[in-house]
Every structure is written in structure tokens, then in C-alpha cells.
């Protein structure tokens, strides 16, 4: 028995020095959320750069919300998501629907473009493991 729990140990060890080695706590420089897609230092690559003369929507990203929670926006007309996170740790938000993806890491700023969207209710949630289900979830309401 005693063999059995040392070879426990060693596989314990094992797994908290690789969690490590791939920068699993949070650690400055490219860590696990790099290597996952998250923590880019600028948006993803389905997010949109600035639209010229679009309008500007302010959101911010907190830990485990989005202020505002819904955003109105008209059908047939861009915008400009001006995305800051003003949590501590990183964040997105996805629209699955429209393909729209943009990170923001914490502190940052971020502009992105979303291009005219049709008329209907979407769901954009932060996409980074556990977020969504903590409650970082909104509404993009597209109205005629």
C-alpha cells in the first residue's frame, strides 16, 4: 500500500509541475490562456477593426458581467463596440450568431467594428472557460 500511495504522490507532482510549465497560474507572458486562444493583446481575429463614422457603443467587461446587460442597436447600421475591461482578469464577447469575437484584457480598451447586423435578439456571452455559466451574459437586440 505504501508503494501504491508514493506512485500517487509522483503523478500528483507531475501534473501540478506541467500545469506550470504551461504558465497554468496566471503567471506574466504567454501562459495556458494564450495556447487556449484567450489572451490575446488584441482582438480576435473575427472581431472587426474600427468602422469610419459608425456609431459608438461603450461596454465594459467586469468579472462575470457586461454593463450594459442589453444593447439596442438598429437593423442595416455598423457600429463601433468600444469595449473596455475593467475587471481583473481577462474576458471576451462573443456573438456566436453574428461570428463576432473580441478580446480584452484586463485594463485594456478595445475598439471593434460590428458590421450591420439583421433584425433579431442575440446572445453574446463571454467565452472564456466558466464565465458564462458565472452569469457573463447579455442580449443584443437588433430592432428594424
Same mark, same amino acid.
Not at 31 to 46: D, E, V
Not at 50 to 58: E, W, Y
Not at 74 to 84: H, I, R, Y
Given at each position: 500500500?505504501?508503494?501504491?500511495?508514493?506512485?500517487?504522490?509522483?503523478?500528483?507532482?507531475?501534473?501540478?509541475?506541467?500545469?506550470?510549465?504551461?504558465?497554468?497560474?496566471?503567471?506574466?507572458?504567454?501562459?495556458?490562456?494564450?495556447?487556449?486562444?484567450?489572451?490575446?493583446?488584441? +482582438? !480576435?481575429?473575427?472581431?472587426?477593426?474600427?468602422?469610419?463614422?459608425?456609431? &459608438? %457603443? =461603450? *461596454?465594459? @467587461?467586469?468579472?462575470?458581467?457586461?454593463?450594459?446587460?442589453?444593447?439596442?442597436?438598429?437593423?442595416?447600421?455598423?457600429?463601433?463596440?468600444?469595449?473596455?475591461?475593467?475587471?481583473?482578469?481577462?474576458?471576451?464577447?462573443?456573438? +456566436? !450568431?453574428?461570428?463576432?469575437?473580441?478580446?480584452?484584457?484586463?485594463?485594456? &480598451? %478595445? =475598439? *471593434?467594428? @460590428?458590421?450591420?447586423?439583421?433584425?433579431?435578439?442575440?446572445?453574446?456571452?463571454?467565452?472564456?472557460?466558466?464565465?458564462?455559466?458565472?452569469?457573463?451574459?447579455?442580449?443584443?437586440?437588433?430592432?428594424?
Amino acid at each position: 500500500m505504501h508503494g501504491m500511495a508514493a506512485i500517487g504522490v509522483l503523478l500528483i507532482l507531475l501534473a501540478v509541475v506541467g500545469i506550470g510549465a504551461m504558465g497554468g497560474w496566471g503567471m506574466a507572458g504567454p501562459g495556458w490562456t494564450q495556447h487556449m486562444g484567450w489572451g490575446r493583446s488584441t +482582438p !480576435a481575429a473575427s472581431a472587426e477593426t474600427p468602422i469610419a463614422g459608425a456609431k &459608438r %457603443v =461603450a *461596454v465594459s @467587461l467586469v468579472d462575470f458581467g457586461f454593463g450594459p446587460g442589453e444593447i439596442r442597436l438598429q437593423a442595416g447600421e455598423p457600429v463601433n463596440l468600444e469595449l473596455t475591461n475593467t475587471g481583473r482578469i481577462l474576458h471576451d464577447l462573443t456573438i +456566436p !450568431a453574428l461570428g463576432f469575437r473580441a478580446v480584452v484584457q484586463p485594463g485594456q &480598451r %478595445v =475598439a *471593434v467594428g @460590428l458590421p450591420a447586423a439583421p433584425r433579431g435578439t442575440y446572445e453574446f456571452y463571454c467565452s472564456v472557460p466558466g464565465h458564462r455559466e458565472a452569469g457573463m451574459v447579455g442580449r443584443l437586440v437588433v430592432s428594424p
